[in-house]
């Protein structure tokens, strides 16, 4: 019997030169074909965070949203989406990151997340941390506490795991590259 991390790795397409050249992007989409592996994956993180005290999962857009939504609804706790900037209404508070090639800014509601909140962050991959470290950063702002951040890839190789050693947040992937 496959472990989940090497159906997950059979499941994933590599597709060469996306969205640039030169870059071998990590496709998901099998992932969400197979209910059986897509509710395996749910029912994984469920199990590994139930005892972690998590009040709110906090999915980063857009393939964070994926995984998040239906792992809040199992887990019975709110959803908070981390959004690009200009994409939510209403009051919200942001955080600047840098990326490989400029910057981007993240944002969140401002009253999605507060003081007595732990705040499990989810995305699909883990590249640079980049990201991450923008959404742990925002659950701070907002005077929650980031519990752990899970991702179902790694790539390693771009040392995300390293860049994010000083935010002092648990670092979780199901399967590494």
């Known amino acids: 019997m496959q472990t989940l ?16 050249k030169g ?7 099998p992932i969400l074909k197979d209910i059986n592996l897509f509710s395996d994956i749910i ?10 005290g998590i009040t709110k999962i906090a999915g980063v857009e857009s393939r964070g949203f994926l995984f998040g939504m239906p792992l ?11 959004r690009k900037k ?25 009253d999605a997340i507060c003081g007595q909140d732990k705040v499990l962050i989810v995305d699909d991959l883990l590249a ?18 980031p519990g752990a951040v899970a991702f179902i890839l790694e790539l390693s190789f771009l040392n995300g795991r390293e860049n994010l050693k000083n935010s002092s947040v648990e670092i979780f992937s199901i399967l590494k590259y």
């Open 43 to 52: 029912n994984f993180l469920a199990d590994k965070y139930k005892t972690a």
């Open 72 to 82: 809040a609804l199992k887990m019975e706790v709110p959803f908070v989406p981390v």
């Open 86 to 110: 200009g994409k939510l209404p209403g009051d919200t508070v942001e955080v600047s990151y840098d990326l490989e090639y400029g910057s981007a800014c993240m944002e969140v509601q401002s």
């Open 5 to 20: 991390s090497e159906r997950i790795a059979k499941a994933v397409r590599d597709i060469p030169d996306f969205p640039k």
């Open 23 to 29: 870059i071998i992007f990590k496709d998901i989409a």
């Open 128 to 145: 640079t941390g980049g990201t991450a470290l923008a959404a742990i950063k925002l659950v701070k702002k907002l005077k929650g506490t």
